[in-house]
């Protein structure tokens, strides 16, 4: 029976990673249940209606990625129909944001197929087992995550309000639920039993499949049966970075989070003071470039192959999100990150399932509203990461939108590079380069970084902050046992099952 560490969005989630381990689960299966639990308790945050990545990598395997994320719907939808069912709302989140939400903002969630991919290849516990975890917090009712609290202060009244049953899952007596406040949502054990019994497919071509395509049908969205029907969960190959004596593999294309990293790390080299002039120079690149490619992965290969050549000059142009990190002491590491983007406020009548928005999620589509071919895949800035050394095995995440690539690499950088501790690793003080849409640049950065000699403007922080952020990562080693560590930032847990 494998040992297992699990760093999680939660205590709650990491403790069903354990639970798993004490049923002789492996480190994916670990992953899989905590991820289930962190989709269904981070209300805002995250949701079943999402979709994501798996990367694994075990002992005597290759790595692999296992794309489970959003596609474009539409098959069959009538022409008239893109371009609808959406509505703009701008709130504040760590500054202004503006986004699409409604029915027409919801693409096809391919996080369900992801999961079960994994489990059935890599996982040795039931399915059945997988989501018992997540059925039990939603029966008794689970305390408000200071991250979702935090997000639903500004987001609820625009976004969840709309609907009767997400609104009253999310109120009290006095507004809107604070952290600590317990939840209850109606519906949601009863689908989570559904799937837990009938399989993923309950939620791709059964009741549940037929539920949500009428109720996109009948309000404006896009999602048809057939979209639900077709999605298929991708292997892809995993991007590949040396970084001291470890081999790194990260998210591939078609999304953008794992070249940024795998980049980044090409751009630093051996010189962790190259942190900021990688990030500027990655984080412009994109946004010039990848971000409305029509061939993502042309332009990815491109962003590697100029990163590869070392001069950070040639790259140079005028919230929402879970992750899990697990690893066992037979050497498996799995990496997992969902997203249900902002949320659309849509839970389709009678499942207790939050759906994304995003099709909605303006700086991940570049193209505009519905213009993306049907059937192709979104824009993501995931990067469930897995390192492998001689003697260890290293799985590492993060949620937080474009700030998720840097939060990493600076994590790699500190940990793998310059040698610190894990949890210190994780600790640190970060900064992260934002580029606007003119290409000026400005640093972000938290008390106790150092700018060293960048000439960038800046934007102090007063204090360690979620925006930089909230790293979970899990670490073994044949020689010392495990490490795992959770960010402070996002009041995540962590749990070993020695």
């Keep these: 029976m494998p040992n297992v560490a699990v760093a999680a969005p939660s205590q709650h989630a990491a403790d069903a990673g354990t639970a798993l381990a004490s049923l002789g689960g492996n480190a994916v299966d670990a992953a899989l249940a905590s991820v289930l639990v962190a989709m269904v308790t981070e209300p805002g945050v995250c949701a079943l209606g999402a979709g994501g990545y798996v990367t694994i990598w075990g002992p005597d395997d290759d790595p692999i990625t296992i794309d489970g994320y959003m596609e474009m719907p539409g098959r069959g939808a009538p022409p008239d129909r893109f371009g609808q069912g959406g509505r703009t709302v701008t709130f504040e989140y760590g500054g202004e944001l503006t986004t699409i939400v409604g029915h027409g903002s919801v693409a096809t ?84 039993r559904f799937i837990a019994r009938e399989g993923a497919d309950a939620f791709y071509v059964g009741d549940i499949a037929a539920v949500i395509a009428d109720d996109m049908e009948a309000s404006g969205g896009l999602i048809t049966r057939a979209d639900l029907e077709h999605f298929v969960a991708i292997d892809r190959r995993p991007l590949m970075s040396p970084v001291a004596d470890w081999v790194v593999a990260t998210n591939p294309a078609p999304a953008i989070g794992g070249a940024a990293v795998t980049a980044m790390l090409a751009l630093i080299g051996s010189d962790p003071g190259e942190l900021l002039r990688a990030q500027q120079a990655v984080l412009g690149y994109r946004r010039q470039h990848l971000d409305s490619a029509v061939d993502r992965g042309d332009a990815i290969n491109d962003l590697i192959e100029l990163a590869n050549e070392g001069d950070w000059r040639k790259l140079l142009t005028a919230p929402s999100t879970v992750h899990v990190s697990a690893v066992d002491d037979t050497g498996f590491g799995c990496a997992v990150t969902m997203s249900a983007g902002y949320g659309s406020g849509i839970m389709p009548p009678g499942t207790g399932i939050w759906m994304n928005n995003s099709l909605g999620e303006i700086e991940l589509n570049r193209s505009g509203f519905h213009n993306l071919k049907v059937g192709s895949r979104l824009v993501s800035n995931m990067a469930p990461t897995v390192a492998r050394s001689v003697d260890g095995v290293l799985a590492i995440g993060s949620p937080g939108a474009d700030r998720i690539t840097t939060a990493i690499v600076q994590v790699l950088v500190h940990h793998l590079l310059e040698g610190v501790p894990l949890a210190e690793a994780i600790d640190r003080a970060r900064a992260h380069v934002v580029v606007a849409e003119d290409g000026q640049a400005t640093v972000s950065f938290e008390p106790g970084y150092e700018l060293g000699d960048s000439r960038l403007p800046t934007r102090p922080f007063s204090s360690a902050h979620m925006f930089f952020g909230g790293v979970g990562a899990a670490e073994w080693h044949s020689g010392g046992g495990f490490t795992v560590a959770a960010d402070s930032r996002r009041s995540g847990g962590t749990s070993t099952s020695v």
């Design 109 to 192: 969630p391919g996080g369900l197929k992801a999961i079960a991919a994994a489990s059935n290849r890599f996982g040795v516990a039931s399915w059945h087992d997988l989501f018992e975890p997540a059925v039990d917090n939603v029966v008794r009712g689970f305390p408000l995550p200071e991250a979702c609290a935090y997000y639903l202060q500004t987001s609820f009244e625009p976004i969840f309000a709309s609907d009767p049953v997400g609104a009253r899952a999310l109120s009290g007596p006095d507004g809107v639920l604070k952290a600590g406040d317990v939840v209850h949502i109606d519906h949601l054990a009863d689908s989570l």
